[in-house]
Structure formats: C-alpha cells, structure tokens
C-alpha cells in the first residue's frame, strides 16, 4: 500500500499559454521551499520546475509563511488548454488546485509607475520627494505618451500609473492622453491627485466616466488646520469644494472609477483615523481606504520627523483602534519591523537583480526608463528592488521584444 502524501497548500492563480504561476507550501514545515515540476496531464511531459520561494505581495497580506513560496514559470510548450496542465510538488502524484478565476495574460510587469510632469502644486513637509531644486513644471509629449502605452498590455490592472511622485492635473493635457489610452486598457489606470487644484465641472464629468480602475486621493484630515499644515500650499475649502463636485459626478455615472483615500499618519492625525475610516468608507464612497507610514527622507525637517512620526507602540494601539472593515478594503501600512536574515548586510550572491518576469519600472516626463527586479530576499512586508538597467522608452523598438530580454538578466 502505497504511503499517503503529505498535504500541500497552494494554488494555481496565474495560467496562460507562456507562463504558469501560484504558490505552494508545506503547512507542517513552512521554513522549507518545495521544489515543484510542472506537468502535461495528456503526455506526462515536464513542461518546467523549480523552487517555490518566490516572495508574494497576498501571501503577506494573508500571513502564509514569510511569503516567500510563490512559484513562476515559462512554460516550455503551450498547454492545450487550462486543464491541460497541473502542478505538483517534486514527487507528489496529485497537482495543485487552480484559482477560480485565474489570470489568463502574461503580465510581467508588476506596475508602470510614470509621471507625466515632475512638479507638484504643494509642498508637504513629509513628501519622499525633494522640492528644493525644482522651480519649473516640464510635460510629458505626445511622443512620449505613445512610446510608454505600448506597455499596457504587459501590466495588471490598476497597476499603469499616471501619476506617482507628482501631480498630474499639472499637465494641460491630462485628460487628452487618458483619452489616448484604448478603452480596454482604461481599467489597467489610475492616478493620484490631492484634489488641491480647483478644476471645472466638465473635469469630474469626464473623470467619473474615464473607465480608469481607480483614483488615489490623498487626505490626511477632515481638520482644516491639520490639514493645511500636512498639505502645505492647500486650502481646506477648495479641496472640500473639489471632493464635493468630484463624488458628485460619481454617483451620477454608470461606473465610475474606484476611489482609494491614502492618508499619510502622524501624531497630529493618528487619533482621527479610526473616525476617518468610517466617514470615508460609509459617506465618501471609498472602495479602499490606506494609512501609511512616511519614508525617512534625509531632506524631511529634523523637527518635523522628531514630532510626527509614531513610534511602535503608537503604531499598535493605532490598529487596536482602527473599524473592523476587511483586510483588503482598509489597510494599515506601518514600517516593516526588522526580520531575520532581512535586514543582514547583503552578499555578492544577493545583489543578483532579480526572479524572472517580476519587475517594476519607472518612468519619468522625459521618458527616462529606470527597470527594477524583485529580489529572492525579499521577505515578509518588504519588498526588496534591484535596479537592472536605465534606459530611455523612447528608444525601444520593440516593447515585446525588451520585455522577453529581461529574463535573460535575472538570475538567482
């Protein structure tokens, strides 16, 4: 009689004609990585392998492990169909389950994160960028524009940004080139304003029926006074004006575009959050509510660090406050606490750039082109970056063809 195999956790998320990917972990030994095989049900074919010890974004999230036993793999031939394939650890008969609605795209990129102009109407003390220089707005071209959206197809949705460091409603042509994106492709958009500028009615119309997968809006207070000194160069009354005609707009429209509210926490604010939550969750129609902890910047005031920023208790009895809504809808993101092996001095071994088909890349006004991997020792809440290469989009030929070159540089 043969013995009973031992049982794995894990699932099948991610299964189209180029690629296979999922996690896989043993919940008696969850220190461990499966190795895992990749098999043609009809033939018994090993189409690919590997080490499930892939760092996971959800399997943080969820508490599995480190996070660290995702697996990702090129397959080798195309499978004949979604069932036509099955993944098993290293010498198990039985294959892991597929995800009811598994991804069905190769999407290698995690996210485009772009600006398309490299200055901001405000000046917030805490900001991770540093203003001090900047003393002109430059925009984003046509050209340009055209160059970068021929990598939407390669991202996931909601993952194609318009905005990241910067404000967008700075560029004249804001809504023109969200036009320009096909209408397939809008739900793979969004971008992050502070609502600071006064806009007119028609900008909200057209935002509320842009088919963008959401709008990141940035709110640190419902205080006036609170919410001027973090928002320096706003006025309260003109941000309240614009949120009013903004979720005006949005219930009036079919489907508009998610509204995600992030609010940077500080000593000033962090005993109006839990309120906060519930106003923006249960009368501002938040899809998804965040509260983040600030990058220590060297350029952030000595004095503002020295009084704002929480310490870890304050950061506990934050989430022992906070409205019980679900993990995915409000999120609590505080500075990720030091972990073994994590924060050691890193080796040669180390610094390789990153696992293959994970990668994030950073597009500035100019089309500057900075590629990222993500590093095999990222674990837990910290995702490690490893810049591969600076470039230009504006000088790829062929958007398919550099994408299928990285992999040739990510090594382990």
């Given at each position: 009689m043969p013995l009973p195999e031992r049982a794995i956790d894990g699932v099948i998320d991610e299964l189209s004609g180029d690629h296979v990917a999922g996690w896989m972990m043993d919940p008696a030994d969850p220190a461990s990585r499966l190795a895992y095989e990749v098999v043609?049900?009809?033939?018994?074919?090993?189409?690919?392998?590997?080490?499930?010890?892939?760092?996971?974004?959800?399997?943080?999230?969820?508490?599995?492990?480190?996070?660290?036993?995702?697996?990702?793999?090129?397959?080798?031939?195309?499978?004949?169909?979604?069932?036509?394939?099955?993944?098993?650890?290293?010498?198990?008969?039985?294959?892991l389950p597929v995800a009811d609605n598994p991804r069905a795209s190769f999407e290698p990129l995690l996210h485009v994160a772009m600006d398309i102009v490299d200055n901001c109407n405000l000046r917030c003390p805490f900001c991770l960028y540093d203003y001090a220089g900047t003393h002109n707005t430059h925009f984003m071209t046509e050209q340009t524009l055209a160059r970068a959206l021929r990598l939407l197809p390669y991202v996931r949705d909601g993952q194609f940004w318009f905005s990241c460091l910067h404000e967008p409603t700075l560029h004249?042509?804001?809504?023109?080139?969200?036009?320009?994106?096909?209408?397939?492709?809008?739900?793979?958009?969004?971008?992050?304003t502070n609502l600071a500028k006064r806009m007119p009615d028609s900008y909200y119309t057209w935002l509320a029926e842009s088919?963008?997968?959401?709008?990141?809006?940035?709110?640190?207070?419902r205080d006036p006074a609170i919410y001027?000194?973090?928002?320096?160069?706003?006025?309260?009354?003109?941000?309240?004006?614009?949120?009013?005609?903004?979720?005006?707009?949005?219930?009036?429209?079919?489907?508009?575009?998610?509204?995600?509210?992030?609010?940077?926490?500080?000593k000033s604010n962090a005993e109006e959050l839990p309120g906060l939550a519930t106003y923006l969750m249960?009368?501002?129609?938040?899809?998804r509510v965040e509260f983040r902890y600030t990058f220590d910047m060297p350029h952030i005031p000595t004095e503002f660090r020295a009084t704002e920023f929480l310490d870890a208790a304050d950061w506990v009895r934050l989430r022992e406050r906070l409205p019980s809504y679900p993990a995915d809808r409000l999120l609590l993101l505080p500075p990720p606490a030091p972990r073994p092996g994590v924060d050691a001095p890193a080796s040669p071994d180390d610094?390789?750039?990153?696992?293959?088909?994970?990668?994030?890349?950073?597009?500035?006004?100019?089309?500057?082109?900075?590629?990222?991997?993500i590093s095999p020792r990222s674990r837990y809440g910290q995702t490690?970056?490893?810049?591969?290469?600076?470039?230009?989009?504006?000088?790829?030929?062929?958007?398919?063809?550099?994408?299928?070159g990285l992999s040739s540089n990510a090594c382990r």
């Amino acid at each position: 009689m043969p013995l009973p195999e031992r049982a794995i956790d894990g699932v099948i998320d991610e299964l189209s004609g180029d690629h296979v990917a999922g996690w896989m972990m043993d919940p008696a030994d969850p220190a461990s990585r499966l190795a895992y095989e990749v098999v043609c049900t009809q033939s018994g074919r090993i189409l690919g392998s590997g080490v499930a010890d892939q760092y996971r974004h959800h399997l943080n999230y969820n508490r599995i492990g480190d996070a660290a036993h995702g697996f990702h793999t090129r397959l080798s031939a195309p499978p004949a169909a979604p069932g036509a394939i099955t993944v098993r650890a290293a010498g198990a008969r039985s294959g892991l389950p597929v995800a009811d609605n598994p991804r069905a795209s190769f999407e290698p990129l995690l996210h485009v994160a772009m600006d398309i102009v490299d200055n901001c109407n405000l000046r917030c003390p805490f900001c991770l960028y540093d203003y001090a220089g900047t003393h002109n707005t430059h925009f984003m071209t046509e050209q340009t524009l055209a160059r970068a959206l021929r990598l939407l197809p390669y991202v996931r949705d909601g993952q194609f940004w318009f905005s990241c460091l910067h404000e967008p409603t700075l560029h004249p042509r804001l809504t023109s080139f969200i036009d320009t994106v096909p209408r397939e492709y809008r739900k793979k958009v969004f971008y992050t304003t502070n609502l600071a500028k006064r806009m007119p009615d028609s900008y909200y119309t057209w935002l509320a029926e842009s088919g963008m997968y959401n709008i990141n809006i940035s709110i640190e207070s419902r205080d006036p006074a609170i919410y001027e000194r973090m928002r320096k160069g706003a006025r309260h009354r003109i941000f309240q004006d614009n949120w009013d005609r903004l979720l005006d707009a949005f219930t009036r429209a079919a489907a508009p575009p998610r509204l995600r509210y992030i609010a940077m926490v500080y000593k000033s604010n962090a005993e109006e959050l839990p309120g906060l939550a519930t106003y923006l969750m249960e009368e501002r129609g938040a899809w998804r509510v965040e509260f983040r902890y600030t990058f220590d910047m060297p350029h952030i005031p000595t004095e503002f660090r020295a009084t704002e920023f929480l310490d870890a208790a304050d950061w506990v009895r934050l989430r022992e406050r906070l409205p019980s809504y679900p993990a995915d809808r409000l999120l609590l993101l505080p500075p990720p606490a030091p972990r073994p092996g994590v924060d050691a001095p890193a080796s040669p071994d180390d610094m390789a750039p990153c696992m293959p088909d994970y990668y994030t890349f950073r597009l500035s006004w100019d089309g500057t082109l900075r590629v990222s991997g993500i590093s095999p020792r990222s674990r837990y809440g910290q995702t490690i970056e490893r810049e591969m290469l600076v470039g230009n989009i504006n000088e790829i030929a062929d958007a398919r063809l550099f994408i299928a070159g990285l992999s040739s540089n990510a090594c382990r």
